[in-house]
Each structure stands twice: as structure tokens, then as C-alpha cells.
């Protein structure tokens, strides 16, 4: 089996930015030595304890950290961006990092309607985005070709391209939460991830209707995806729920319309009040993670993977911190990787 790594860059609330982003480094660079295959980076934007605002850069700065794991986003939000800036950001990633970069894209925002008018401007596209997602897709993966792009003006042709000499393009993953996703990366014969770490709903569908649809394209023959999970590996499976328990908290307050707040440490999460509509998220929240001792996760992993036909899957590790922790460190999100690295990773993978 492959394992990969999705990161959102947390921020913790004995961290700064810089210290999220310190600790992200050093657990890029366990997944890199463990012999995992990708590490992705998420958009999200004006979320106090999510730092990873702007894939492209994030990229950059893991893969200079970084010797051969494929480095990507999961994903860019397209519609809070020209096609043509993103078809220059990945291509000028693809000519410094050649054959490790991933391009995810997305259709949500990543953010509220109010930071979503503040990304675009003034002269936002609004729903249009939405509709002409189908499009713009196709321009991002034409700009970044290395034969570039043709736009038809009234006066003739114009060439577009996303750098001048490009040698290679990075691949073109399209991401969703919803049965339109599926279809799409179905019709146009591109990989495809649904984001079952999100929600947990909806994947069996997704997957099938992306499987039966394909239509198979010169750079994907076949149908192609992966699982994706929140995990949380420790030593012992009390350790591993303590360690999950920071981000459940967090996501029920977003569920119930309250302000998120900088990741809890684990000793400040044991402590927290809950609300009465906060309890039940946050026990759905442990349930859907995969916690636990290295075997029982593995095992766990190995059975979400056989019953989704996957032989890659993606892992979202959500261990938060205990107090006196270096700040500049994720102790909790690398020993996730490195248990599960021992685990399921052979030598022959890396």
C-alpha cells in the first residue's frame, strides 16, 4: 500500500505562524524518510487555526525542505483564482522541483462569502466562477502544457503560456465533496479524490459513479484514486483519542457556528467545556478518525482501503500537543507517520 499525507498547517495556541509552519517542515520531512508517496497542502483562508492559506508558496517551502516525496496541494480553491496565475504558480513549481509536484484542484471556496469578495476583488466573478469551473479547469491544464495555449482574438491568435520553456507540467488531480465532482473528473479523464476525511459520507457513490463514467484520456489510461483519512497513531489507543480529542472540539464549534479559535493543547482540551450541541459533533467527530496503537489503525487502514478499491490512501494526521512541547515541533503528527510508516510501508516503497 501507498501512504500519503494531507496537511492543513495547524496552528496551535502555543504557536505562531511561523512556528506552524517550522512544524510542518519537520513532519514533511518524516513523511519524506518514512517513504511516504505525496504530501499535499489545503487552501483555507481567514481560519485562525489553519495556516495553509496559500498552496503555492507552502509547496515551495516543503519541497526545498524536502529530498523525493511528491509535494502538492489538496487542493487550490480555482474559483478564488485566475486560471492563468495558478497554470504559472505550478508550472514554476514543476521547472524548480522536476516529477514531485501535484496540482489538486478544487470547486469550494475554502472560506466565507465575505474573505471569498475579498480574494477576488472588486471585479469578482462571483457564480460564474461556480458555472465556468468546467472551463477553467481546462485553461489551467492547457496554459501549464508545454506547448502552451491559443486564445482567438478578432485580429488572430495569441499564444499563452505559463512559463516560457516549460520541460513538463505537474499532474492535474480534481478533488470534490459531491457527486458533481465525480462526473466531471469522470468526463474530462482525470484522476479524482473525494474527500472522505471530511464528511465520511458519500464516498461509495462518488467512487462508483467516477469509476463507471471514465473516459479515459491520453495522460490518465485508467480510472485513478485514493482514500483520504484522518488518523491519529500513539503508543496507546487512551493516548490517541487524548491527542485527537483538540480537533474535534475544534470542528463541533465550527458546526455550531462558533468562532474555531487556535488548536487546543491537549491538557486545555481535557479541561474545556462543551456544549450540549457540541457533544454529539465531538463524539462523531473521534468516531469517523482512525485512532489507536500502530496495529489497530493499520489494520484499520487496510480495510477502508480493500473496501474502497484503493491502493493508495491519503492520511490527515490530527494529533494536537501536550503543554511544555517544542513549539516548533509537531511531536504528536510525526509519530502518527513513523508508527504508521512501520507498519505498512516496506522498503520497496520508497
Same mark, same amino acid.
Given at each position: 500500500?501507498?501512504?500519503?499525507?494531507?496537511?492543513?498547517?495547524?496552528?496551535?495556541?502555543?504557536?505562531?505562524?511561523?512556528?506552524?509552519?517550522?512544524?510542518?517542515?519537520?513532519?514533511?520531512?518524516?513523511?519524506?524518510?518514512?517513504?511516504?508517496?505525496?504530501?499535499?497542502?489545503?487552501?483555507?483562508?481567514?481560519?485562525?487555526?489553519?495556516?495553509?492559506?496559500?498552496?503555492?508558496?507552502?509547496?515551495?517551502?516543503?519541497?526545498?525542505?524536502?529530498?523525493?516525496?511528491?509535494?502538492?496541494?489538496?487542493?487550490?480553491?480555482?474559483?478564488?483564482?485566475?486560471?492563468?496565475?495558478?497554470?504559472?504558480?505550478? &508550472?514554476?513549481?514543476?521547472? !524548480?522541483?522536476?516529477?514531485?509536484?501535484?496540482?489538486?484542484?478544487? +470547486? @469550494?471556496? =475554502? /472560506?466565507? *462569502?465575505?474573505?471569498?469578495?475579498?480574494?477576488?476583488?472588486?471585479?469578482?466573478?462571483?457564480?460564474?466562477?461556480?458555472?465556468?469551473?468546467?472551463?477553467?479547469?481546462?485553461?489551467?491544464?492547457?496554459?501549464?502544457?508545454?506547448?502552451? &495555449?491559443?486564445?482567438?482574438? !478578432?485580429?488572430?491568435?495569441?499564444?499563452?503560456?505559463?512559463?516560457? +520553456? @516549460?520541460? =513538463? /507540467?505537474? *499532474?492535474?488531480?480534481?478533488?470534490?465533496?459531491?457527486?458533481?465532482?465525480?462526473?466531471?473528473?469522470?468526463?474530462?479523464g482525470l484522476p479524482y479524490v473525494f474527500a472522505h476525511h471530511f464528511s465520511g459520507q458519500g464516498t461509495e457513490r462518488a467512487l462508483e459513479i467516477y469509476r463507471s463514467e471514465f473516459?479515459?484520456?491520453?495522460?490518465?489510461?485508467?480510472?485513478?484514486?485514493?482514500?483520504?483519512?484522518?488518523?491519529?497513531?500513539?503508543?496507546?489507543?487512551?493516548?490517541?483519542?487524548?491527542?485527537?480529542?483538540?480537533?474535534?472540539?475544534?470542528?463541533?464549534?465550527?458546526?455550531?457556528?462558533?468562532?474555531?479559535?487556535?488548536?487546543?493543547?491537549?491538557?486545555?482540551?481535557?479541561?474545556?467545556?462543551?456544549?450540549?450541541?457540541?457533544?454529539?459533533?465531538?463524539?462523531?467527530?473521534?468516531?469517523?478518525?482512525?485512532?489507536?496503537?500502530?496495529?489497530?489503525?493499520?489494520?484499520?487502514?487496510?480495510?477502508l482501503a480493500a473496501h474502497f478499491g484503493v491502493d493508495e490512501v491519503m492520511i490527515s494526521p490530527l494529533a494536537s500537543a501536550h503543554r511544555g512541547e517544542d513549539p516548533r515541533r509537531?511531536?504528536?503528527?510525526?509519530?502518527?507517520?513513523?508508527?504508521?510508516?512501520?507498519?505498512?510501508?516496506?522498503?520497496?516503497?520508497?
Amino acid at each position: 500500500m501507498k501512504l500519503s499525507v494531507l496537511d492543513l498547517v495547524p496552528v496551535r495556541t502555543d504557536q505562531s505562524t511561523s512556528d506552524a509552519l517550522a512544524a510542518s517542515v519537520e513532519v514533511a520531512k518524516v513523511a519524506d524518510g518514512a517513504g511516504y508517496t505525496r504530501y499535499w497542502v489545503a487552501e483555507h483562508h481567514n481560519m485562525t487555526s489553519v495556516a495553509a492559506t496559500s498552496p503555492p508558496v507552502v509547496i515551495g517551502h516543503l519541497a526545498a525542505r524536502t529530498e523525493r516525496i511528491r509535494v502538492g496541494s489538496g487542493g487550490v480553491m480555482l474559483p478564488n483564482h485566475a486560471p492563468l496565475a495558478v497554470a504559472e504558480q505550478f &508550472a514554476l513549481l514543476e521547472a !524548480a522541483y522536476p516529477g514531485r509536484i501535484d496540482l489538486g484542484i478544487g +470547486r @469550494a471556496p =475554502g /472560506s466565507d *462569502p465575505v474573505t471569498s469578495m475579498a480574494l477576488r476583488g472588486p471585479a469578482g466573478r462571483g457564480d460564474a466562477d461556480i458555472e465556468n469551473f468546467p472551463r477553467y479547469l481546462d485553461d489551467v491544464r492547457a496554459l501549464m502544457d508545454t506547448e502552451g &495555449a491559443v486564445v482567438r482574438l !478578432a485580429t488572430g491568435e495569441y499564444e499563452l503560456r505559463a512559463t516560457p +520553456r @516549460a520541460a =513538463g /507540467s505537474p *499532474p492535474l488531480w480534481l478533488l470534490g465533496s459531491s457527486d458533481y465532482s465525480a462526473h466531471l473528473a469522470a468526463a474530462k479523464g482525470l484522476p479524482y479524490v473525494f474527500a472522505h476525511h471530511f464528511s465520511g459520507q458519500g464516498t461509495e457513490r462518488a467512487l462508483e459513479i467516477y469509476r463507471s463514467e471514465f473516459q479515459p484520456s491520453e495522460l490518465t489510461p485508467e480510472p485513478r484514486t485514493f482514500l483520504t483519512l484522518n488518523v491519529v497513531v500513539a503508543d496507546s489507543a487512551e493516548e490517541a483519542a487524548a491527542l485527537a480529542l483538540p480537533n474535534a472540539q475544534s470542528m463541533g464549534r465550527l458546526r455550531t457556528g462558533r468562532p474555531m479559535g487556535f488548536l487546543d493543547l491537549v491538557e486545555d482540551a481535557a479541561e474545556r467545556d462543551i456544549t450540549a450541541d457540541q457533544q454529539p459533533l465531538v463524539e462523531d467527530g473521534l468516531r469517523r478518525v482512525v485512532l489507536g496503537t500502530p496495529p489497530d489503525a493499520a489494520a484499520q487502514i487496510v480495510r477502508l482501503a480493500a473496501h474502497f478499491g484503493v491502493d493508495e490512501v491519503m492520511i490527515s494526521p490530527l494529533a494536537s500537543a501536550h503543554r511544555g512541547e517544542d513549539p516548533r515541533r509537531s511531536v504528536g503528527r510525526e509519530r502518527t507517520l513513523e508508527l504508521l510508516a512501520a507498519e505498512l510501508l516496506t522498503p520497496a516503497s520508497v
